[in-house]
Structure formats: structure tokens, C-alpha cells
């Protein structure tokens, strides 16, 4: 299982509030022979009550699935 860090969060707010966030992350696997970073953009609500460093780790690792084995979900 990848374990999964949470580096940061860009918020850009737009007129109406807040438009989506951006959740900055670097994973690797227990041997640290795999790594991926990058940033996933989220929308508002799917960030809305997710704040929580753990909340943000699911929220991260679900997406990464869903992108990498998209017919898996």
C-alpha cells in the first residue's frame, strides 16, 4: 500500500467564494522503489468537511485509483 503525504493545499477563491482546491501530495510504496507527486484539483464540494490531513489522504488516494485503473472503480 502507498503511503500517502499530504504537502500542501492551493485555494484559489473566485468572486462567488471558493472556486476549487488544489491538494499538493507525494506517495511512495513501503520499499521507496515507486513514488508519484503532483497536485489534484478538487472541486468545493468535494473538499467541503474533508479538511482533516486524514480526509485529504483518502480523498487523494481514491482519485489516484480512479486514474490509474479507471475500470477498477
Given at each position: ?15 462567488e ?24 484539483p478538487?472541486?468545493a ?29
Amino acid at each position: 500500500m502507498f503511503e500517502i503525504q499530504i504537502t500542501g493545499t492551493n485555494i484559489p477563491y473566485t468572486s462567488e467564494g471558493l472556486s476549487q482546491v488544489h491538494v499538493q501530495f507525494q506517495a511512495h510504496d513501503p520499499e521507496r522503489q515507486i513514488s508519484i507527486n503532483g497536485y489534484i484539483p478538487f472541486t468545493a464540494e468535494q473538499y467541503e468537511g474533508k479538511q482533516a490531513i486524514s480526509a485529504l489522504k483518502e480523498l487523494v488516494r481514491v482519485e489516484l485509483v480512479n486514474r490509474l485503473e479507471p475500470e477498477a472503480v
